[in-house]
C-alpha cells in the first residue's frame, strides 16, 4: 500500500501538459500574438470603462464646438471665446461694449437700449464656453452691466463631430457597441455552426449529404441580400439583428465543424472507444467534442472580427445601429463623408477599428499556430 | 469536354430556380411595398400603380409571371426609377462594374500570386515578413477606410486623380475604384498563394525535382508553382463573381454608376424586380465562374476529370 | 576492387536542425566512404541519422537543416557547391531514390515529359532523342507497355511502378552513384522482392555504386558489400557484410541481429474450446453513388470467409495491403456490418445490435496498428486505459480505478507514475503498450492485434511480440493476428490463413506454412521473411 501512495506522489509530480497547456505554452512564446493579446484586453477595458471616465456624454451637443480639431490643451482657444461672446450677447439682445480677460475669469461689459434683467445672464450660463456668470457691476439706469464669468476649460482630445459631440467619447462607445456585437454574433454563429456541422458529421450518410446540400443552396444566395432581408425584418433592433447576423454567418462554421467531425470520427481512437463499447454520448462527449475545440476557437477569432468589419459595413450603409447610438462603422461612415474638411473623424475610429481587427488577427493567427503546431 | 459543359449547366438549372424561387417569397414576404414609402402619393394613385404592375395579384400567379418573362429574358421594369426596365439599368450599369472588377481581379491575381510566391521562397526572412505585413494590413483594413483615404491622399492632398465620378471611362477615374478593389483581393491572394506554395516546395516530388539537378528555375515555375495554383484557381472562381457584379462601398464612394448600388437600394425600397435582377445576375455569374473554376481545374491537373 | 580509391567520402559530417526547443543534431560527426561500383548500406532505427546523412550530401536538407564537415565527389565538396555547379552533379552523376513512391513523381505531369527533363538538361540532347532515350529507360526498368505509359501520369500507376519510373529517372544520365532511401519499405512485400531484384540487375549491367539506406537486415545481408551502423547520428560499426553478419563487434549491432523476433508459439491444447467463430462472413463496401450520383460500386472486402478461433489459440492472417485481412477482424468483433454467422461461445452476436453488443465488447477487444492515431491526443494516459471501465464497470470510485490503471500499466511494462501525461510524450513502443493496457484491463478473452507490431522499429517489435505472448500465456488469451510480416507471424501465431482480395488462399498449422507452402501467393509472400529465417540459421 504505501507503493501505491508512493507511485501516486510520482503521479502528481511527473503531471503532463495537457493540449491546452501545451497550446498556452506556444502562443506565449508567440511575441505578436501575446501583444496583441493585451491590447485587445486594453481595448475592452477602454471602450467599457472609458465611456465613464471621459468628461463628456457621447450625446451631449456642445453648439460652441462644432468640429472643433483635437487638440492636447484646453479649450476654448482665445479666437474662440469671442466668438462664443458674440453669440452669447445676441442671446441676452445686449450689445458688447468691452471684454477683457483677467486669469481664468472674463469681465463683460455690455450695453442695452432697455434696462437689462439680471436673469439673462443665464444665457452666459448655458453656453459651453463659459459659466459661473456673476454680475459685477450695474449702472444706475441698468441699461449697461459689467458681467463676469468663469471661462470653462474643456478637453476634446478627439475633437468633435459635425453637431459638437466629443468625439473620444463616441469612439469609445462606439467600441462598445461594435466589440459587443462581434461577441454577440460570433457567438451566435459558433453555436449554431458547431451544432449543426457536428451533428451532420456525426450523422453522416443520407441526414449529412441533405444537411449539406441545404447550406449549399444557402450559400449560393447572395450573402447580403440575406442581411438586407434580415434587417427588414427585424427593424433596426441591434441585438435582435445582430443574433440574425451571426444566423447567417454559421455556414462556414457548419462546413469546418462537420469536415472535422467526420475525419474525427474515422479516427482511430474514437474506433478504439467503440471497440470498448463506448455510448455515442461517451464518443461525442469524450472525444469528439474536446478535439473539435481547437478548432471552434481558432474559427472563433477568425469569425469576430469579419462580424465587426460587417456590422460596420452594415452601418457604412446606414443599415446597422440608428442615432445617437454609435458604432466604429457608423462613425466612420460620417468620417468618410468629411474626409476633406475633417479628417479625424475617420482618423480615430478607423485607427480603433483597424488596430483592433489586426490584433484579432494576430491572435487568430497565433492560436491556429498554438493549436495546430502541423506546420512545424 | 463540350458534354461536361452543357451538363454543368443544365444541372445549374434547378439551382437556378431555387435561388430565385427563394428570394422571390423572402422578399415578398418582407413588410412594406414598392409604393409604400413615397409619401404623398395618394391612396387611388397607389392603387393604380399597383394595379398597372399586377401586384394585386395572387402572389403565385405573380410568381408564375415573373418566371414566364425570365425565361423570355425579361426582367421586368423597375418600380423606384420608372423610366428604366430592370434590363436597361443592368445594360448601362454592369459594362461598368465588369470594368472594374476584371482589371481589380486581374491585378489581385497578377500582384497577389507575385507576392505570395516571393514570401514563400524567402519564408521566414524580410521579404517574407514584409509581404505577411502588408497582406494583415490589406485583409483587414476595410474597404470604407481604404476609398476615403485615398481620396484623401491621391485626390485632395496630392490633387492627382479625381476624387470621383466615372468620367466617361478615363483611365484617371478608374484608378482609386480598381485600386480600392483590388488591396483586399491582394493581400488574400498573398496569403493563399504563400501558404500553398510553402506546402507545394515541401513535397517530395518537389524534392526528386531537386536531386534530379533541375534548375532552380524549372523546380519553383515548372514543378512547384503549377500545383500551388489550384487554391488560386478555387479562390479566384467567386471572388470573380463577386468583384464583377459591383460593389456598393467602392461605387458609392467614387461615385460610379456601376450595379453594384443597386441591390441595397433596391431591397430597401422594395423594388422586387431589380432585386431579383440583381440576384439572377450574381446567380449566374457565380455559376458560370464556378463552371470556369472546374474547367481550369482540370487543365492544371490531370487527376480531374471531366465526368 | 577493394583498394581502389573511393569516390563519394564523407568527412566529419555534422547535420543539425534548428527547432523551437533548440538545435537539434541528427548526425553527429560521421565519416564513410563509397567506391565505384560497390553497393554500401547504412542500417539504423528510425531517428538514427541515416537519411539526413545522404540529404545532406544532396543539397536536400530541409530549410531549417544546416550540415557542415566535408563530402568529398571526385575531389569537389558537395557541401560548399554553389546551386548551379551542384544541380551539374545531382541527378547525372549522383542520383537519388526515395521511400514515398506514391508522392516523389509531380502528380501534374505525364511520365514521359518527367523522364525526359533530366535528361534533355544533363545530356543536352533534342526532344527526339530524349524521348527515345526515355522508352529505352522505361524498357529498361521493365515496365510493361512503355509506348503508352510515357503519357499516363503517376496516378494511373501502381506504387511498384512508379518506384520503377523513379529508378528510370534515377539511372536517366549513367549516374557513378545511386543512392536509395528505404526504396521498398513503403510497398507490398511481393513487390518489394522485385523492386531489390531489379536494382540488383541494373547494377550487374550498368556497374554504378549503390548506397542502401534502410532498417531492413534482410536487404543489407542480401545485397551489401559493407555496411555502416548507425545509431543517433553516429557510425558505431563499420565493415565487409559477412563480418558484420557472422561477428557483430558492437552490442548496438549484436542487438540489431537479434531483433528477429524469434520462437514459436505451441498450438493450444487439443479440445480447447472455440471462443469465436465466424461461418460464411461477407462483408462489402459502396463505392461513390449516393444521393442524385447513380449507382454505387459494390466492393465484395471478405468474401465468405469462415473461420474458428480457439482458446489460447493466436491466429495469424497474413497478406498484403487491400486483401481484406483488417475488414475481416473488425467484422468479427461487430465493428463493421456483415452477413454471415459470428458465434462468441455459444451465442451468435451476428445479429445483435449496438446495445446488445455492449456487454460484450468488454470480452473482445482491439489493438490497433497506428500508436499515434490510436490514442486520443486530449485524454491522459490514465484515462485511455480506464475508459472501458466507465463503460463495463461503472460502480468502481475513482480511486479503485486509478489503481487498476497502475496494475495494467504494470503489467505492459510501463512505469504506472507516467498516467498523468498525454501520449504525445511517450514514443511508439510505449504508446503501444497503453493501447495494449487499454484492451487488457477489461480482462478480454479474444483480441484482435492490427498489425500492432508495422509501425514500430524491429528492437521494439520484438519486445511487444514478447509482451503480447506472455499477456496471452498469463490470462489464456486467444489471438487473431493481423499482419503482411510472416516473421512476426511465425513467431506469434500457431495457425496461419492466407488472404489475397477478400478470400482464403491457403491456411493451416504456421510451421507446415512455412515449410510446405501450397500456393505460389504464399510462396513469394514469404519470399523476405524465409531469406533472414535462412540467415538465421547460419548465424
Same mark, same amino acid.
Given at each position: 500500500?504505501?507503493?501505491?501512495?508512493?507511485?501516486?506522489?510520482?503521479?502528481?509530480?511527473?503531471?503532463?501538459?495537457?493540449?491546452?497547456?501545451?497550446?498556452?505554452?506556444?502562443?506565449?512564446?508567440?511575441?505578436?500574438?501575446?501583444?496583441?493579446?493585451?491590447?485587445?484586453?486594453?481595448?475592452?477595458?477602454?471602450?467599457?470603462?472609458?465611456?465613464?471616465?471621459?468628461?463628456?456624454?457621447?450625446?451631449?451637443?456642445?453648439?460652441?464646438?462644432?468640429?472643433?480639431?483635437?487638440?492636447?490643451?484646453?479649450?476654448?482657444?482665445?479666437?474662440?471665446?469671442?466668438?462664443?461672446?458674440?453669440?452669447?450677447?445676441?442671446?441676452?439682445?445686449?450689445?458688447?461694449?468691452?471684454?477683457?480677460?483677467?486669469?481664468?475669469?472674463?469681465?463683460?461689459?455690455?450695453?442695452?437700449?432697455?434696462?437689462?434683467?439680471?436673469?439673462?445672464?443665464?444665457?452666459?450660463?448655458?453656453?459651453?464656453?463659459?459659466?459661473?456668470?456673476?454680475?459685477?457691476?450695474?449702472?444706475?439706469?441698468?441699461?449697461?452691466?459689467?458681467?463676469?464669468?468663469?471661462?470653462?476649460?474643456?478637453?476634446?482630445?478627439?475633437?468633435?463631430?459635425?453637431?459638437?459631440?466629443?468625439?473620444?467619447?463616441?469612439?469609445?462607445?462606439?467600441?462598445?457597441?461594435?466589440?459587443?456585437?462581434?461577441?454577440?454574433?460570433?457567438?451566435?454563429?459558433?453555436?449554431?455552426?458547431?451544432?449543426?456541422?457536428?451533428?451532420?458529421?456525426?450523422?453522416?450518410?443520407?441526414?449529412?449529404?441533405?444537411?449539406?446540400?441545404?447550406?449549399?443552396?444557402?450559400?449560393?444566395?447572395?450573402?447580403?441580400?440575406?442581411?438586407?432581408?434580415?434587417?427588414?425584418? %427585424?427593424?433596426?433592433?441591434?441585438?435582435?439583428? %445582430?443574433?440574425?447576423?451571426?444566423?447567417?454567418?454559421?455556414?462556414?462554421?457548419?462546413?469546418?465543424?462537420?469536415?472535422?467531425?467526420?475525419?474525427?470520427?474515422?479516427?482511430?481512437?474514437?474506433?478504439?472507444?467503440?471497440?470498448?463499447?463506448?455510448?455515442?454520448?461517451?464518443?461525442?462527449?469524450?472525444?469528439?467534442?474536446?478535439?473539435?475545440?481547437?478548432?471552434?476557437?481558432?474559427?472563433?477569432?477568425?469569425?469576430?472580427?469579419?462580424?465587426?468589419?460587417?456590422?460596420?459595413?452594415?452601418?457604412?450603409?446606414?443599415?446597422?445601429?440608428?442615432?445617437?447610438?454609435?458604432?466604429?462603422?457608423?462613425?466612420?461612415?460620417?468620417?468618410?463623408?468629411?474626409?476633406?474638411?475633417?479628417?479625424?473623424?475617420?482618423?480615430?475610429?478607423?485607427?480603433?477599428?483597424?488596430?483592433?481587427?489586426?490584433?484579432?488577427?494576430?491572435?487568430?493567427?497565433?492560436?491556429?499556430?498554438?493549436?495546430?503546431?502541423?506546420?512545424? | 469536354?463540350? =458534354?461536361?459543359?452543357?451538363?454543368?449547366?443544365?444541372?445549374?438549372?434547378?439551382?437556378?430556380?431555387?435561388?430565385?424561387?427563394?428570394?422571390?417569397?423572402?422578399?415578398?414576404?418582407?413588410?412594406?411595398?414598392?409604393?409604400?414609402?413615397?409619401?404623398?402619393?395618394?391612396?387611388?394613385?397607389?392603387?393604380?400603380?399597383?394595379?398597372?404592375?399586377?401586384?394585386?395579384?395572387?402572389?403565385?400567379?405573380?410568381?408564375?409571371?415573373?418566371?414566364?418573362?425570365?425565361?423570355? *429574358?425579361?426582367?421586368?421594369?423597375?418600380?423606384?426609377?420608372?423610366?428604366?426596365?430592370?434590363?436597361?439599368?443592368?445594360?448601362?450599369?454592369?459594362?461598368?462594374?465588369?470594368?472594374?472588377?476584371?482589371?481589380?481581379?486581374?491585378?489581385?491575381? $497578377?500582384?497577389?500570386?507575385? $507576392?505570395?510566391?516571393?514570401?514563400?521562397?524567402?519564408?521566414?526572412?524580410?521579404?517574407?515578413?514584409?509581404?505577411?505585413?502588408?497582406?494583415?494590413?490589406?485583409?483587414?483594413?476595410?474597404?470604407?477606410?481604404?476609398?476615403?483615404?485615398?481620396?484623401?491622399?491621391?485626390?485632395?492632398?496630392? =490633387? $492627382?486623380?479625381?476624387? *470621383? *465620378?466615372?468620367?466617361?471611362?478615363?483611365?484617371?477615374?478608374?484608378?482609386?475604384?480598381?485600386?480600392?478593389?483590388?488591396?483586399?483581393?491582394?493581400?488574400?491572394?498573398?496569403?493563399?498563394?504563400?501558404? @500553398?506554395?510553402?506546402?507545394?516546395?515541401?513535397?517530395?516530388?518537389?524534392?526528386?525535382?531537386?536531386?534530379?539537378?533541375?534548375?532552380?528555375? @524549372?523546380?519553383?515555375?515548372?514543378?512547384?508553382?503549377?500545383?500551388?495554383?489550384?487554391?488560386?484557381? =478555387?479562390?479566384?472562381?467567386?471572388?470573380?463573381?463577386?468583384?464583377?457584379?459591383?460593389?456598393?462601398?467602392?461605387?458609392?464612394?467614387? @461615385?460610379?454608376?456601376?450595379?453594384?448600388?443597386?441591390?441595397?437600394?433596391?431591397?430597401?425600397?422594395?423594388?422586387?424586380?431589380?432585386?431579383?435582377?440583381?440576384?439572377?445576375?450574381?446567380?449566374?455569374?457565380?455559376?458560370?465562374?464556378?463552371?470556369?473554376?472546374?474547367? $481550369?481545374?482540370?487543365?492544371?491537373?490531370?487527376?480531374?476529370?471531366?465526368? | 576492387?577493394?583498394?581502389?580509391? #573511393?569516390?563519394?567520402? &564523407?568527412?566529419?559530417?555534422?547535420?543539425?536542425?534548428?527547432?523551437?526547443?533548440?538545435? &537539434?543534431?541528427?548526425?553527429?560527426?560521421?565519416?564513410?566512404?563509397?567506391?565505384?561500383?560497390?553497393?554500401?548500406?547504412?542500417?539504423?532505427?528510425?531517428?538514427?541519422?541515416?537519411?539526413?546523412?545522404?540529404?545532406?550530401?544532396?543539397?536536400?536538407?530541409?530549410?531549417?537543416?544546416?550540415?557542415?564537415?566535408?563530402?568529398?565527389?571526385?575531389?569537389?565538396?558537395?557541401?560548399?557547391?554553389?546551386?548551379?555547379?551542384?544541380?551539374?552533379?545531382?541527378?547525372?552523376?549522383?542520383?537519388?531514390?526515395?521511400?514515398?513512391?506514391?508522392?516523389?513523381?509531380?502528380?501534374?505531369?505525364?511520365?514521359?515529359?518527367?523522364?525526359?527533363? #533530366?535528361?534533355?538538361?544533363?545530356?543536352?540532347?533534342?526532344?527526339?532523342?530524349?524521348?527515345?532515350?526515355?522508352?529505352?529507360?522505361?524498357?529498361?526498368?521493365?515496365?510493361?507497355?512503355?509506348?503508352?505509359?510515357?503519357?499516363?501520369?503517376?496516378?494511373?500507376?501502381?506504387?511498384?511502378?512508379?518506384?520503377?519510373?523513379?529508378?528510370?529517372?534515377?539511372?536517366?544520365?549513367?549516374?557513378?552513384?545511386?543512392?536509395?532511401?528505404?526504396?521498398?519499405?513503403?510497398?507490398?512485400?511481393?513487390?518489394?522482392?522485385?523492386?531489390?531484384?531489379?536494382?540488383?540487375?541494373?547494377?550487374?549491367?550498368?556497374?554504378?555504386?549503390?548506397?542502401?539506406?534502410?532498417?531492413?537486415?534482410?536487404?543489407?545481408?542480401?545485397?551489401?558489400?559493407?555496411?555502416?551502423?548507425?545509431?543517433?547520428?553516429?557510425?558505431?560499426?563499420?565493415?565487409?557484410?559477412?563480418?558484420?553478419?557472422?561477428?557483430?563487434?558492437?552490442?548496438?549491432?549484436?542487438?540489431?541481429?537479434?531483433?528477429?523476433?524469434?520462437?514459436?508459439?505451441?498450438?493450444?491444447?487439443?479440445?480447447?474450446?472455440?471462443?469465436?467463430?465466424?461461418?460464411?462472413?461477407?462483408?462489402?463496401?459502396?463505392?461513390?453513388?449516393?444521393?442524385?450520383?447513380?449507382?454505387?460500386?459494390?466492393?465484395?472486402?471478405?468474401?465468405?470467409?469462415?473461420?474458428?478461433?480457439?482458446?489460447?489459440?493466436?491466429?495469424?492472417? &497474413?497478406?498484403?495491403?487491400?486483401?481484406?485481412?483488417?475488414?475481416?477482424?473488425?467484422?468479427?468483433?461487430?465493428?463493421?456490418?456483415?452477413?454471415?454467422?459470428?458465434?462468441?461461445?455459444?451465442?451468435?452476436?451476428?445479429?445483435?445490435?449496438?446495445?446488445?453488443?455492449?456487454?460484450?465488447?468488454?470480452?473482445?477487444?482491439?489493438?490497433?496498428?497506428?500508436?499515434?492515431?490510436?490514442?486520443?491526443?486530449?485524454?491522459?494516459?490514465?484515462?485511455? &486505459?480506464?475508459?472501458?471501465?466507465?463503460?463495463?464497470?461503472?460502480?468502481?470510485?475513482?480511486?479503485?480505478?486509478?489503481?487498476?490503471?497502475?496494475?495494467?500499466?504494470?503489467?505492459?511494462?510501463?512505469?504506472?507514475?507516467?498516467?498523468?501525461?498525454?501520449?504525445?510524450?511517450?514514443?511508439?513502443?510505449?504508446?503501444?503498450?497503453?493501447?495494449?493496457?487499454?484492451?487488457?484491463?477489461?480482462?478480454?478473452?479474444?483480441?484482435?492485434?492490427?498489425?500492432?507490431?508495422?509501425?514500430?522499429?524491429?528492437?521494439?517489435?520484438?519486445?511487444?511480440?514478447?509482451?503480447?505472448?506472455?499477456?496471452?500465456?498469463?490470462?489464456?488469451?486467444?489471438?487473431?493476428?493481423?499482419?503482411?510480416?510472416?516473421?512476426?507471424?511465425?513467431?506469434?501465431?500457431?495457425?496461419?490463413?492466407?488472404?489475397?482480395?477478400?478470400?482464403?488462399?491457403?491456411?493451416?498449422?504456421?510451421?507446415?506454412?512455412?515449410?510446405?507452402?501450397?500456393?505460389?501467393?504464399?510462396?513469394?509472400?514469404?519470399?523476405?521473411?524465409?531469406?533472414?529465417?535462412?540467415?538465421?540459421?547460419?548465424?
Amino acid at each position: 500500500m504505501t507503493d501505491l501512495a508512493a507511485t501516486a506522489a510520482r503521479a502528481e509530480a511527473t503531471r503532463g501538459r495537457s493540449f491546452w497547456g501545451d497550446a498556452w505554452a506556444r502562443l506565449k512564446a508567440n511575441r505578436a500574438a501575446m501583444v496583441s493579446l493585451i491590447y485587445l484586453g486594453l481595448m475592452a477595458v477602454v471602450c467599457i470603462a472609458g465611456p465613464w471616465f471621459v468628461p463628456h456624454q457621447y450625446t451631449t451637443i456642445y453648439a460652441d464646438y462644432v468640429r472643433t480639431p483635437p487638440s492636447l490643451s484646453a479649450y476654448p482657444k482665445p479666437e474662440m471665446i469671442e466668438t462664443a461672446l458674440a453669440d452669447v450677447m445676441k442671446r441676452m439682445r445686449v450689445d458688447l461694449k468691452e471684454w477683457h480677460q483677467e486669469g481664468e475669469r472674463i469681465f463683460v461689459t455690455v450695453t442695452s437700449s432697455r434696462e437689462i434683467d439680471e436673469r439673462n445672464t443665464r444665457y452666459v450660463d448655458r453656453s459651453d464656453t463659459f459659466d459661473d456668470a456673476r454680475v459685477e457691476e450695474k449702472s444706475a439706469d441698468g441699461k449697461t452691466m459689467v458681467i463676469s464669468a468663469a471661462i470653462k476649460q474643456q478637453y476634446f482630445l478627439f475633437g468633435t463631430d459635425n453637431t459638437g459631440r466629443d468625439m473620444l467619447s463616441r469612439t469609445l462607445m462606439a467600441g462598445r457597441v461594435s466589440l459587443a456585437i462581434g461577441l454577440l454574433a460570433g457567438v451566435v454563429a459558433v453555436v449554431i455552426g458547431v451544432i449543426y456541422g457536428a451533428t451532420a458529421g456525426f450523422l453522416g450518410g443520407r441526414a449529412d449529404e441533405i444537411m449539406m446540400r441545404i447550406v449549399d443552396v444557402l450559400y449560393s444566395l447572395p450573402f447580403i441580400f440575406f442581411v438586407i432581408m434580415l434587417v427588414v425584418f %427585424f427593424g433596426r433592433n441591434f441585438v435582435l439583428m %445582430f443574433l440574425a447576423v451571426g444566423a447567417v454567418l454559421w455556414l462556414d462554421m457548419a462546413r469546418i465543424v462537420r469536415g472535422q467531425a467526420l475525419s474525427i470520427r474515422r479516427q482511430e481512437y474514437v474506433q478504439a472507444a467503440e471497440a470498448l463499447g463506448v455510448s455515442r454520448t461517451g464518443i461525442l462527449a469524450r472525444h469528439i467534442v474536446p478535439n473539435l475545440l481547437g478548432v471552434v476557437v481558432i474559427y472563433m477569432t477568425l469569425l469576430v472580427p469579419q462580424v465587426i468589419i460587417l456590422e460596420s459595413f452594415l452601418s457604412f450603409l446606414g443599415l446597422g445601429v440608428q442615432e445617437p447610438m454609435t458604432s466604429w462603422g457608423v462613425l466612420i461612415s460620417v468620417g468618410a463623408k468629411n474626409i476633406g474638411t475633417a479628417n479625424w473623424l475617420l482618423l480615430f475610429p478607423a485607427l480603433f477599428l483597424v488596430s483592433t481587427l489586426f490584433a484579432l488577427n494576430f491572435v487568430g493567427d497565433g492560436l491556429r499556430d498554438a493549436l495546430d503546431p502541423k506546420d512545424r | 469536354m463540350l =458534354s461536361y459543359v452543357i451538363r454543368r449547366l443544365l444541372t445549374a438549372i434547378p439551382t437556378l430556380f431555387v435561388i430565385v424561387t427563394l428570394a422571390f417569397f423572402l422578399i415578398r414576404v418582407a413588410p412594406g411595398g414598392p409604393f409604400n414609402q413615397e409619401r404623398g402619393l395618394s391612396p387611388e394613385i397607389r392603387a393604380n400603380l399597383e394595379a398597372q404592375f399586377g401586384l394585386n395579384d395572387p402572389l403565385w400567379l405573380q410568381y408564375f409571371n415573373y418566371l414566364k418573362n425570365l425565361l423570355r *429574358g425579361n426582367f421586368g421594369p423597375s418600380y423606384n426609377l420608372p423610366d428604366f426596365t430592370v434590363g436597361e439599368l443592368f445594360a448601362n450599369g454592369l459594362p461598368i462594374s465588369i470594368q472594374l472588377g476584371a482589371s481589380a481581379l486581374v491585378l489581385a491575381l $497578377l500582384v497577389g500570386s507575385t $507576392l505570395g510566391v516571393i514570401a514563400a521562397l524567402y519564408q521566414n526572412r524580410a521579404a517574407d515578413y514584409a509581404v505577411i505585413a502588408t497582406a494583415t494590413a490589406g485583409s483587414t483594413i476595410p474597404t470604407f477606410v481604404i476609398a476615403p483615404v485615398i481620396q484623401l491622399l491621391f485626390g485632395l492632398t496630392w =490633387s $492627382l486623380l479625381p476624387i *470621383g *465620378g466615372w468620367g466617361d471611362g478615363a483611365f484617371v477615374n478608374k484608378i482609386g475604384p480598381v485600386l480600392t478593389l483590388a488591396l483586399p483581393q491582394i493581400a488574400i491572394v498573398a496569403r493563399l498563394m504563400r501558404g @500553398s506554395m510553402i506546402e507545394s516546395l515541401r513535397s517530395h516530388h518537389i524534392r526528386t525535382a531537386r536531386a534530379l539537378g533541375l534548375s532552380e528555375w @524549372s523546380v519553383v515555375v515548372h514543378h512547384a508553382l503549377r500545383g500551388a495554383l489550384l487554391p488560386i484557381v =478555387s479562390y479566384a472562381g467567386p471572388a470573380a463573381a463577386a468583384l464583377l457584379t459591383g460593389s456598393i462601398i467602392v461605387e458609392t464612394i467614387f @461615385s460610379i454608376p456601376g450595379v453594384g448600388r443597386y441591390f441595397v437600394d433596391a431591397a430597401l425600397n422594395r423594388d422586387y424586380t431589380l432585386v431579383m435582377g440583381t440576384v439572377v445576375v450574381i446567380a449566374i455569374f457565380t455559376i458560370v465562374f464556378n463552371l470556369i473554376v472546374d474547367i $481550369l481545374y482540370a487543365v492544371v491537373d490531370p487527376r480531374v476529370r471531366y465526368d | 576492387m577493394a583498394d581502389a580509391a #573511393p569516390i563519394l567520402s &564523407v568527412k566529419d559530417l555534422r547535420v543539425g536542425f534548428r527547432t523551437l526547443d533548440g538545435r &537539434v543534431d541528427a548526425v553527429r560527426g560521421i565519416n564513410l566512404n563509397v567506391k565505384a561500383g560497390e553497393t554500401v548500406a547504412i542500417v539504423g532505427e528510425s531517428g538514427s541519422g541515416k537519411s539526413q546523412t545522404m540529404m545532406a550530401a544532396m543539397g536536400l536538407l530541409a530549410s531549417n537543416g544546416s550540415a557542415t564537415g566535408t563530402v568529398d565527389y571526385r575531389g569537389r565538396n558537395l557541401l560548399g557547391l554553389p546551386k548551379s555547379e551542384l544541380n551539374k552533379i545531382r541527378g547525372s552523376k549522383i542520383s537519388m531514390i526515395f521511400q514515398e513512391p506514391m508522392t516523389s513523381l509531380d502528380p501534374l505531369y505525364t511520365i514521359g515529359s518527367q523522364l525526359i527533363e #533530366p535528361i534533355r538538361r544533363h545530356r543536352g540532347l533534342n526532344a527526339k532523342d530524349a524521348h527515345a532515350e526515355a522508352l529505352r529507360l522505361l524498357e529498361l526498368v521493365r515496365i510493361p507497355e512503355p509506348r503508352r505509359r510515357l503519357r499516363s501520369y503517376p496516378y494511373e500507376m501502381s506504387g511498384g511502378q512508379r518506384q520503377r519510373v523513379m529508378i528510370a529517372m534515377a539511372l536517366a544520365n549513367d549516374p557513378d552513384i545511386l543512392i536509395a532511401d528505404e526504396p521498398t519499405t513503403a510497398l507490398d512485400v511481393t513487390v518489394q522482392a522485385q523492386i531489390l531484384k531489379l536494382l540488383a540487375d541494373l547494377q550487374k549491367k550498368l556497374g554504378m555504386a549503390i548506397v542502401f539506406i534502410t532498417h531492413d537486415l534482410g536487404i543489407v545481408r542480401r545485397l551489401a558489400d559493407r555496411v555502416y551502423v548507425m545509431r543517433s547520428g553516429e557510425v558505431v560499426e563499420e565493415g565487409a557484410t559477412q563480418a558484420i553478419f557472422s561477428t557483430p563487434k558492437h552490442d548496438y549491432t549484436k542487438m540489431l541481429l537479434a531483433a528477429e523476433p524469434t520462437g514459436h508459439k505451441a498450438p493450444p491444447p487439443p479440445g480447447a474450446p472455440i471462443v469465436l467463430e465466424g461461418r460464411g462472413v461477407e462483408v462489402t463496401f459502396e463505392i461513390g453513388g449516393g444521393f442524385l450520383a447513380g449507382d454505387p460500386m459494390i466492393l465484395r472486402a471478405v468474401d465468405k470467409i469462415s473461420v474458428a478461433l480457439r482458446q489460447q489459440q493466436t491466429i495469424g492472417i &497474413v497478406g498484403e495491403s487491400g486483401s481484406g485481412k483488417s475488414t475481416l477482424g473488425r467484422a468479427l468483433l461487430r465493428l463493421l456490418p456483415s452477413t454471415g454467422v459470428i458465434r462468441f461461445g455459444m451465442k451468435d452476436i451476428a445479429k445483435l445490435d449496438r446495445e446488445d453488443m455492449r456487454p460484450l465488447r468488454r470480452e473482445l477487444q482491439l489493438v490497433f496498428q497506428d500508436p499515434f492515431g490510436s490514442l486520443s491526443p486530449r485524454m491522459t494516459v490514465g484515462q485511455i &486505459v480506464t475508459e472501458g471501465l466507465l463503460v463495463h464497470e461503472p460502480g468502481l470510485s475513482r480511486a479503485d480505478r486509478d489503481r487498476r490503471a497502475i496494475e495494467a500499466l504494470r503489467e505492459v511494462g510501463l512505469d504506472p507514475a507516467m498516467r498523468n501525461r498525454y501520449p504525445h510524450e511517450f514514443s511508439g513502443g510505449q504508446r503501444q503498450r497503453i493501447a495494449i493496457a487499454r484492451a487488457m484491463i477489461l480482462k478480454p478473452r479474444v483480441v484482435v492485434l492490427d498489425e500492432p507490431t508495422s509501425a514500430l522499429d524491429r528492437s521494439v517489435q520484438k519486445q511487444i511480440v514478447e509482451l503480447l505472448r506472455d499477456l496471452q500465456q498469463a490470462h489464456e488469451l486467444s489471438y487473431l493476428f493481423i499482419s503482411h510480416d510472416l516473421s512476426v507471424v511465425r513467431a506469434m501465431a500457431d495457425y496461419i490463413i492466407v488472404m489475397k482480395e477478400g478470400r482464403i488462399v491457403e491456411q493451416g498449422e504456421t510451421e507446415a506454412i512455412f515449410d510446405h507452402p501450397a500456393e505460389d501467393y504464399t510462396r513469394t509472400l514469404m519470399a523476405a521473411a524465409v531469406d533472414e529465417t535462412r540467415f538465421r540459421a547460419a548465424g
